[in-house]
């Protein structure tokens, strides 16, 4: 059992009391809501007659079914219409602070509240999406839950959980140039495998978590979900307090000195339990990319979609079905695939240091002929950021379409889908079968700088060539 | 609200297959609408019309089945409600498999939906068994932790603290939280970035 670790001694400040099914009733320090998964979460209150407990530890926004195009209200898809209305009305009867189109802090869910500075370190996190984890980059323990665990946040501002184990996940040293924080974890999922996880909390740690920004933390966190982990996290430190800092609701002035004192309280100790440690190498980790339907299916650039034979004899089942749905082949080079769609977005990759590297790679450059390239950003906030600095003029006349903020074709509940057999290099998060819209559509996950050196090369190919 | 959860009998239906995710139990573009109304219909949709007719749930033996026998990390991806709403809606009151997806596993119980866990031995037999005798009668007890198929018998798993609340009846936890609130608030007034951090634009 873990001891002394920043998941130990954060679940133990939060937790309310044992209940009597023996799980814990743990407080949830921030309730973030969006349109998809809570509007039967408020009808489920209604319907017990109950209120929101605390709505000042809720915030809401808008981010799945947005139009990345035209965002005139009333959208033109009438559902999402619905939607998006439903979110405004619950808002405003329990007084929850909402962040709507034009608001300038809209955006997908796990990119606004770090940029608000509402995800800080020691707090416990829940909204009705898997991608939470990502929150766990500033040291929070951030938990994706169901809408029925909703309807329990919003009634309670706790949850009904059972503790998880810890393991810790060291990477040391340098990411080799065309290495990212998108390669790191899948990764790790890739050697782990998709259920690696269950069970457990993710700490990373090791120096190559300690170089990273904390929009690389949040990438590797966001995915610790698609690894089986419940939550993944990084320890607080100078990286994580120089980006809070100044942001609209972090700790002011005397509260600033409090809070990060006690931030230092609650990392893991030196000599913390651990009930699994897993060690890798950043120098063996090249630019992956994945070949199947699962986010463990993943190989390096240069490497071959694997045989059945060098599997593992529980992982063929899902292999050979992953061959039939990619119609890729055994054996054959990942480089060299033929693309038709290339997204740069998502709550993994939609942020400014993603949009920093795509650009890099998209700048004098043209995305090849037949190719469909769009980038979309995360937030409002991380649009004007990326025009400011002159990203969208470089995207656009590389030839990428430059969108509005939103969720986009990660899992294509707005107007962005692929289409029939489509097959698509995609910073997002997840290679399901269907996922970005279209039930034969095909889906290769890789980091923005991949997706845009696909984009320009019409194929998968290796970033390093452009760099 | 509340009711016990102690055995879950009818028919059972096999679905074979490791790591089957959210978005295939039910794909996204189900997900637009403010209720889970009317998510039986799109369960597995994709996957159905692929198959065209032949996925279990179409096959006409398996029609008014309510036990769902699966394999390995069933339900991983997505934490929306919807992929086991869709199950349930379609009329399944009970899952066997090798293990399932944590989030998965916890909407489940949230919606007092059982799932329990057995070896991937115990778990192909009993596929075997229903394929083979599609309307034997199956029973999950979850006093006995034991599935019956006609005459076999099987051990299977749930953890104590979620197996005792079906039998009490007490898996809908919100009930509980919320009889809690003075100790929830006395805990939210120990944490330091309560008082710090002013969440409400209002």
């Given at each position: 059992m873990s001891k002394g670790t920043l998941f130990d001694k954060v679940w133990d400040l939060h937790t309310v009391g044992t209940l009597p099914s023996g799980l814990t009733q743990l407080f949830i320090g921030l309730h973030l809501i969006h349109e998809v998964t809570s509007p039967q979460a408020f009808?489920?209150?209604?319907?017990?007659?109950?209120?929101?407990?605390?709505?000042?530890?809720?915030?809401?926004?808008?981010?799945?079914?947005?139009?990345?195009?035209?965002?005139?209200?009333?959208?033109?898809?009438?559902?999402?219409?619905?939607?998006?209305?439903?979110?405004?009305?619950?808002?405003?009867?329990?007084?929850?602070t909402f962040y709507n189109i034009g608001s300038g802090s809209q955006g997908i869910v796990h990119v606004i509240a770090p940029e608000l500075g509402l995800t800080q370190p020691g707090l416990t996190i829940a909204c009705g999406d898997s991608h939470t984890s990502s929150h766990g980059a500033f040291g929070?323990?951030?938990?994706?839950?169901?809408?029925?665990?909703?309807?329990?946040?919003?009634?309670?501002?706790?949850?009904?959980?059972?503790?998880?184990?810890?393991?810790?996940?060291?990477?040391?040293?340098?990411?080799?140039?065309?290495?990212?924080?998108?390669?790191?974890?899948?990764?790790?999922?890739?050697?782990?495998?998709?259920?690696?996880?269950?069970?457990?909390?993710?700490?990373?740690?090791?120096?190559?978590?300690?170089?990273?920004?904390?929009?690389?933390?949040?990438?590797?966190?966001?995915?610790?979900?698609?690894?089986?982990?419940?939550?993944?996290?990084?320890?607080?430190?100078?990286?994580?307090?120089?980006?809070?800092?100044?942001?609209?609701?972090?700790?002011?002035?005397?509260?600033?000195?409090?809070?990060?004192?006690?931030?230092?309280?609650?990392k893991s100790d030196v000599d913390a339990v651990y009930d699994d440690v897993v060690v890798f190498d950043a120098a063996d980790i090249p630019p992956t990319?994945?070949?199947?339907?699962?986010?463990?299916?993943?190989?390096?650039?240069?490497?071959?979609?694997?045989?059945?034979?060098?599997?593992?004899?529980?992982?063929?089942?899902?292999?050979?079905?992953?061959?039939?749905?990619?119609?890729?082949?055994?054996?054959?080079?990942?480089?060299?695939?033929?693309?038709?769609?290339?997204?740069?977005?998502?709550?993994t990759n939609g942020r400014i240091s993603d949009l920093r590297e795509a650009a890099k790679i998209a700048k004098g450059r043209k995305v090849a002929e037949g190719i469909k390239a769009f980038v979309v950003p995360g937030s409002e906030r991380v649009k004007q950021e990326a025009e400011a600095e002159g990203l969208d003029k470089i995207f656009q006349e590389a030839g990428f379409e430059w969108r509005e903020p939103g969720c986009s074709m990660c899992l294509a509940m707005n107007p962005d889908k692929l289409q029939g057999r489509q097959i698509s290099a995609s910073s997002s998060n997840r290679n399901f079968k269907g996922r970005q819209g279209s039930s034969s559509g095909r889906t290769l996950l890789m980091s923005p700088a991949m997706v845009a050196t696909a984009a320009i090369k019409g194929e998968v190919s290796d970033v390093r060539e452009l760099l | 609200m509340v009711s016990e959860v102690k055995t879950v009998s009818g028919r059972a239906i096999p679905l074979v297959g490791n790591d089957i995710d959210t978005d295939r139990i039910i794909p996204a573009r189900y997900l637009k609408a403010i209720t889970f109304d009317g998510l039986g219909e799109g369960a597995f949709i994709d996957d159905r019309k692929a198959l065209n007719g032949q996925h279990p749930f179409d096959q006409p033996q398996y029609q008014g089945a309510n036990?769902?026998?699966?394999?390995?990390?069933?339900?991983?991806?997505?934490?929306?409600?919807?992929?086991?709403?869709?199950?349930?809606?379609?009329?399944?009151?009970?899952?066997?498999?090798?293990?399932?997806?944590?989030?998965?596993f916890g909407n489940c119980v949230a919606m007092g939906i059982p799932c329990l866990t057995a070896d991937a031995a115990t778990i192909k037999q009993l596929q075997e068994l229903v394929a083979a005798n599609p309307q034997a009668a199956v029973t999950v007890n979850l006093e006995t932790l034991q599935v019956q198929i006609a005459d076999y018998t099987a051990p299977v798993v749930?953890?104590?603290?979620?197996?005792?609340?079906?039998?009490?009846?007490?898996?809908?936890?919100?009930?509980?939280?919320?009889?809690?609130?003075?100790?929830?608030?006395?805990?939210?007034?120990?944490?330091?970035?309560?008082?710090?951090?002013?969440?409400?634009?209002?």
């Open positions: 009808a489920m209150l209604r319907e017990r007659g109950l209120k929101v407990l605390f709505p000042e530890r809720t915030v809401a926004t808008v981010d799945h079914i947005v139009p990345t195009e035209n965002q005139a209200r009333p959208f033109a898809d009438t559902l999402a219409e619905e939607m998006i209305q439903a979110l405004e009305q619950n808002c405003k009867e329990n007084n929850i929070a323990i951030a938990f994706g839950i169901g809408t029925s665990q909703v309807r329990d946040v919003l009634a309670s501002q706790t949850l009904a959980l059972s503790k998880l184990k810890v393991r810790k996940i060291e990477v040391n040293g340098t990411l080799n140039p065309g290495v990212f924080a998108k390669d790191v974890i899948l990764h790790i999922i890739r050697t782990l495998g998709v259920k690696g996880g269950v069970g457990y909390a993710y700490e990373y740690a090791g120096t190559t978590f300690d170089q990273m920004n904390m929009e690389e933390r949040m990438t590797v966190c966001n995915m610790a979900i698609e690894g089986g982990a419940r939550c993944g996290y990084v320890n607080p430190d100078q990286v994580t307090y120089d980006y809070l800092k100044g942001r609209d609701f972090a700790p002011k002035d005397a509260d600033w000195d409090k809070a990060v004192a006690w931030w230092e309280s609650i990319v994945t070949w199947g339907i699962t986010p463990g299916q993943g190989i390096g650039i240069n490497q071959f979609v694997p045989k059945p034979e060098e599997l593992l004899e529980e992982d063929r089942f899902i292999a050979e079905e992953a061959y039939r749905y990619m119609d890729l082949l055994p054996g054959q080079p990942i480089k060299g695939t033929k693309i038709d769609v290339c997204f740069i977005g998502s709550c | 036990i769902l026998i699966v394999n390995r990390n069933f339900g991983c991806g997505s934490s929306r409600e919807h992929a086991p709403q869709a199950i349930a809606k379609w009329g399944i009151q009970a899952l066997i498999g090798e293990s399932f997806a944590e989030i998965f749930i953890g104590e603290g979620t197996r005792s609340t079906f039998i009490a009846g007490t898996w809908d936890a919100c009930g509980q939280l919320v009889a809690n609130a003075d100790q929830v608030r006395a805990t939210a007034a120990k944490l330091p970035y309560i008082s710090w951090g002013q969440l409400a634009a209002s």
